[in-house]
């Protein structure tokens, strides 16, 4: 049984200059790479999925069976391989990509280097969302110390492998954390999602073999090389192993980073977050983000890994787990969330761009006090049309909040509309009198 | 790429630096997203000679850049502040107070009773002072809930009076700390960043130190500390 913290990828946090080549070389850093770069590339492969390293971006796909969709041959002729870093961290309530990588940049580099060397790729772009300007700086000097000390560029520690890095600043756009919208967006074009198949692996950035991978996903990369599978197996579940960086957010005592075993419950999640601020009680929360479906004081015990989370009705997503208290009002925070899908639906799909748009408008109505009970039923209707009917996962989690909310929580929306149902009727009776 | 004339507010310097980024990247139209916060770092916002600049450079059409330019927040069409604040409005924010910090900041900065609206600036855009006001979506800081940031540096745990105090001292020209980034400078030598380009310089070391470590950050990582836990230690022969 492992600790409630296991500090893996954030072992490094707390050390002074925890960004710099110094520190990190000091601190085990780029001791992975060089027992990467001496084995056979599928070796690499096989070890991420032995280790069932599964995607830290949400949707919790094995990152070494996506690595092996990638064509194995690297001859003269064959097409250049990419690997993305989708660093495009938006999903409402997610704030661990970019802690790590200000505070470790080079983790993230040195599992690209492993990545990149696995999938024959001489190439990696990281798409960081472009309103994180810190964290870029420190990539771009991280990337600047690492070609210095030869971990990138030519002939990479003597072993004839190339890379180069690109740090790239996106501008502003939500749908970019899609992956094939992240892509277009990568390629200098609006960020929509691109009809699948074909994947990434068979045609992704300008057409070429690509694998984009979360942020997380790679910097655990060289602890695994390190550690082996065994080891990362010792964390988490059987299916969902591993550590994960949970973000608390929102009414308790000490939100925060914590870096626990996959599995871990929100009640032990409280317990190291200071329990819930000022004693006020739980009401709902996310397990990873506005795109996850709500859960309430009833899901405490929920495992927290990829099956735990769906069988009780939600996903893991990104585990931001944002925490609202009784004082908040559902509808409200659907509406606001709801606001922010409209905001970033890119408008290629009509289920999604239509959907968003109509839904906060009803939302709008009903916490303004001016709903109708029929206007729940819309909704769910509506909701209905976009979930597996939109082009991409954005319009999917739209429709989350709305439908969690309105299961759990229905007497909350229906007593909007009792307000203005009585409202009304007075006024009615003001209109017979004059 | 056809012969155009010298464009009169592009100089050679960022001529040169448009064939830079175009040099980052395996095909030319990948620099277009870096090259419009190029052009926002000239003019402080995408005129249209910055989208016909990025047009020339790359051989596209006009509307092929204003396509792109016009779907991302983060180009702005009309011209900026000296500074430009960002209130995360966002559900977690929101709760926490960041819609009351957006409205306190648009009574604020309004003029005769009249709120400032979102993407409006108050002052004379361009001069020492002037402040354009957005509200965003979340800024990935919800640990540190309600966040806003000037000039995409970061400004944590904030309240209505901290974020009057904040814009009273950009609009006399002072330049107050972020809890977490460089000291700040303002939007177009940002958008000079956002492009790629960080000389090396003694500057560029300092603002990389700048700090980032906040305390919510760095709790899980104090508390395992504190009460002696660990990651499972890894095994000699395999760590070799």
Redesign the interface.
């Known amino acids: 049984m492992?600790?409630?913290?296991?500090?893996?990828l954030?072992?490094r946090?707390?050390s002074p200059?925890?960004?710099r080549l110094s520190t990190y070389e000091q601190l085990e850093g780029y001791?992975a790479v060089k027992k990467a770069l001496r084995k056979p590339p599928e070796q690499m492969v096989a070890l991420i999925k032995d280790a069932g390293l599964r995607g830290r971006g949400g949707a919790g796909f094995p990152a070494g069976v996506k690595w092996s969709f990638m064509p194995q041959a690297d001859k003269g002729a064959a097409k250049?391989h990419y690997l993305v870093i989708n660093a495009d961290?938006?999903?409402?309530?997610?704030?661990k990509?970019?802690?790590l990588m200000?505070?470790d940049p080079h983790s993230l580099i040195e599992g690209c280097i492993i990545a990149s060397y696995a999938m024959r790729a001489h190439?990696c772009f990281i798409y960081v969302?472009?309103?994180?300007?810190?964290c870029?700086?420190?990539l771009?000097?991280a990337v600047?110390e690492a070609y210095d000390a030869g971990y990138l560029g030519k002939d990479i520690l003597g072993s004839g492998f190339d890379l180069d890095i690109?740090?790239?600043?996106?501008?502003?756009?939500?749908i970019c954390g899609e992956e094939t919208a992240l892509l277009d967006?990568?390629?200098?074009?609006?960020?929509q999602p691109r009809l699948k198949p074909p994947f990434p692996a068979a045609a992704g950035l300008?057409a070429k073999p690509t694998t984009v991978n979360n942020v997380e996903t790679i910097a655990t990369v060289p602890y695994i090389v390190?550690?082996?599978s065994d080891?990362f197996r010792?964390?988490g579940t059987e299916k969902s192993p591993g550590?994960k960086?949970?973000?608390?957010?929102?009414h308790v005592e000490?939100?925060?980073?914590?870096?626990?075993p996959l599995g871990t419950t929100l009640r032990e999640l409280l317990e190291?977050?200071g329990g819930m601020k000022d004693g006020i009680p739980l009401k709902f929360w996310t397990p990873g983000g506005?795109s996850t479906p709500m859960f309430t004081a009833d899901h405490l015990d929920v495992p927290l890994d990829f099956e735990g989370a769906a069988e009780a009705g939600s996903m893991l997503g990104t585990t931001?787990i944002?925490v609202?208290n009784e004082t908040?009002s559902v509808p409200w925070?659907v509406m606001?969330?709801t606001q922010?899908y409209e905001?970033?639906s890119?408008g290629k799909c009509t289920p999604c761009r239509e959907g968003t748009f109509w839904l906060a408008q009803v939302l709008e109505r009903m916490v303004a006090g001016k709903g109708t009970e029929e206007d729940i039923d819309t909704m769910l209707d509506v909701c209905d049309n976009i979930l597996g009917r939109s082009f991409c996962a954005l319009g999917d989690g739209a429709v989350s909040p709305i439908e969690s909310g309105i299961k759990y929580f229905r007497d909350e929306f229906l007593a909007l509309c009792e307000d203005n149902k009585s409202k009304q009727s007075e006024a009615e009776l003001v209109g017979a009198k004059a | 790429m056809t012969q155009v004339p010298e464009s009169t507010v592009f100089d050679a310097d960022i001529h040169a630096k448009a064939t830079e980024i175009i040099g980052r990247y395996p095909e030319a139209r990948s620099a277009l997203l870096p090259m419009l916060h190029l052009v926002q770092s000239v003019q402080g916002y995408v005129s249209q000679e910055g989208i016909s600049f990025c047009a020339e450079k790359l051989d596209l059409t006009d509307a092929e850049v204003s396509a792109v330019a016009t779907f991302y927040t983060m180009y702005k069409r009309k011209p900026c502040g000296e500074h430009l604040v960002s209130v995360c409005t966002n559900t977690l924010c929101a709760a926490m107070g960041g819609d009351a910090i957006y409205k306190k900041l648009q009574d604020h900065l309004g003029e005769n009773g009249t709120p400032l609206g979102h993407e409006e600036t108050a002052g004379t855009p361009g001069e020492t002072g002037s402040i354009t006001l957005e509200h965003a979506e979340c800024l990935a800081a919800c640990d540190l809930a309600p966040v806003l940031q000037v000039n995409y540096e970061y400004f944590d745990n904030q309240t209505e009076q901290s974020a009057v105090e904040l814009v009273d001292a950009l609009r006399k020209g002072e330049r107050p700390q972020p809890t977490r980034g460089a000291s700040l400078t303002d939007l177009k030598s940002v958008e000079l960043q956002l492009a790629g380009f960080f000389p090396e310089d003694e500057q560029f070391a300092t603002d990389v130190d700048g700090p980032s470590a906040a305390e919510e950050t760095l709790r899980g990582a104090k508390l395992a500390q504190e009460r002696g836990w660990v990651a499972p230690a890894m095994r000699d022969e395999e760590t070799r």
Request: net charge negative.
């Open positions: 492992a600790d409630p913290i296991t500090p893996v954030t072992k946090w707390l200059n925890s960004w001791t250049p961290e938006g999903e409402p309530g997610t704030c990509d970019i802690p200000m505070a190439h969302r472009g309103e994180v300007l810190h870029i700086r420190r771009n000097a600047r690109v740090v790239h600043a996106g501008a502003g756009a939500y967006s990568l390629e200098g074009r609006r960020g300008y390190n550690g082996g080891w010792e964390m550590p960086i949970f973000s608390i957010s929102g000490q939100p925060g980073q914590y870096e626990a190291l977050a506005s931001a944002m609202f908040v925070a606001k969330w922010f905001h970033e890119c």
